[in-house]
């Protein structure tokens, strides 16, 4: 999983509590992402980082949030969780190979919100 | 709004058969397409991909055949094998890829 790990692998949270699921990565990519996979969307882009507290939204930013205060760890934040944001959720790397950025995923959270 | 279209959702194909999974994209500012194989309970992982300065990509028993001008581009793999038996999903981004759009997914059955 190109050095990528996700804590935790699986959680189940009520709805309305505030949840945070970390990334970590051990080979000091510059860029990092948070995705989420839902049956029949593929992946979808949540928020990205190309540097320490540098962040951007994605494709489906709404009611998440982010930091990144080392290269290393990238957190995802869910203020408010809902129902609608049960998904397993992905972070990524990306690596320059040539003239390509390559993406390369982690293991994955399973979130799971009653 | 879908920008990134798969085709088809679910394929079952023979082994030693031909596995050909079909993506169509709108936004002709990509010029990366990636396809990712991912395995039930694990991270989709990197397969090939291919640039749009070329028609055909091979590595080993994957082709990718990219269409500029159809805005398609598809996975070939060649003498599918039940270890291939996997969701696949096709992608397409700029050139940072930090607005990469992935299909749909497509789950490939290969029968021994």
């Known amino acids: 999983d190109a050095g990528i790990t996700q804590s935790p692998r699986h959680k189940v949270t009520e709805t309305g509590t505030p949840v945070t699921l970390r990334c970590h990565q051990t080979?000091?990519?510059?860029?990092m992402y948070w995705y989420r996979q839902d049956p029949g969307h593929g992946l979808r882009l949540i928020h990205y980082?190309?540097?320490?507290?540098?962040?951007d939204k994605g494709e489906v930013s709404d009611g998440y949030s982010v930091s990144r205060s080392k290269t290393e760890d990238f957190l995802l934040t869910l203020e408010s969780a809902t129902s609608s944001q049960t998904s397993v959720y992905f972070c990524?790397?990306?690596?320059?190979?040539?003239?390509?950025?390559?993406?390369?995923f982690g293991p994955g959270t399973r979130l799971t919100v009653l | 709004q879908q920008q990134v279209k798969q085709s088809p959702q679910s394929l079952i194909v023979q082994k030693g058969g031909i596995s050909i999974i079909n993506c169509a994209y709108e936004?002709?500012?990509?010029?990366?397409f990636p396809w990712y194989q991912q395995f039930p309970g694990k991270g989709p992982a990197l397969l090939i991909a291919?640039?749009?300065?070329?028609s055909e990509k091979k590595e080993g028993r994957f082709t990718i055949s990219f269409n500029k001008s159809a805005k398609q581009f598809s996975l070939h793999i060649m003498d599918s094998q039940p270890g291939d038996s996997a969701t696949y999903f096709c992608?397409?981004?700029?050139?940072?890829?930090?607005?990469?759009?992935f299909g749909a997914g497509t789950r490939l059955t290969v029968k021994p």
């Open positions: 990524a790397i990306s690596v320059t190979s040539g003239s390509l950025h390559e993406q390369f």
């Open positions: 080979e000091n990519h510059r860029y």
């Open positions: 980082s190309y540097g320490v507290k540098d962040t």
């Open positions: 936004n002709t500012a990509f010029d990366y």
């Open positions: 291919i640039r749009p300065d070329v």
């Open positions: 992608a397409a981004g700029g050139y940072n890829n930090n607005d990469m759009r």
